[in-house]
Nanobody, 127 residues
Framework: QLQFVESGGGLVQPGGSLRLSCAAS????????IGWFRQAPGKDHEGVSCSSSGGGSTAYADSVKGRFTISRDSAKNTVWLQMNSLKPEDTGVYYC????????????????????WGQGTQVTVSS
């Protein structure tokens, strides 16, 4: 069973920053492609960013390019999503997701490519 947990969400003012983490236990997160998704109230899941296994390839939604950065910390078995210059439209529940094939070298922000999902962490951007 591939288990991982998101954390780091919270309430932040527009223009502020948050760093989300996706921490795994019992397996090596570096061996898997990871995606970050978000869901605003009343809307479908939106792909935000991804990192291929080993971190060789990353991708971002146009709406977050230049503001969000995905990175890996092998020592902590964690994937980070640094979110800067946050806007009210970034509000939503953020999910970490994992592609089930180990060492998959691709990276997409399409929901259909992910097999395992965390429980989500709430991000609220409001003054």
């Amino acid at each position: 069973q591939l288990q991982f947990v998101e954390s780091g969400g919270g309430l932040v003012q527009p223009g502020g920053s948050l760093r989300l983490s996706c921490a795994a236990s019992g397996f090596t997160l570096d061996s898997y492609t990871i995606g970050w998704f978000r869901q605003a109230p009343g809307k479908d899941h939106e792909g935000v960013s991804c990192s291929s296994s080993g971190g060789g390839s990353t991708a971002y939604a146009d709406s977050v390019k230049g503001r969000f950065t995905i990175s890996r910390d092998s020592a902590k078995n964690t994937v980070w999503l640094q979110m800067n210059s946050l806007k009210p439209e970034d509000t939503g529940v953020y999910y970490c997701a994992l592609h089930g094939t180990r060492l998959w070298s691709f990276c997409t922000i399409q929901r259909r490519d992910y097999d395992y999902w965390g429980q989500g962490t709430q991000v609220t951007v409001s003054s």
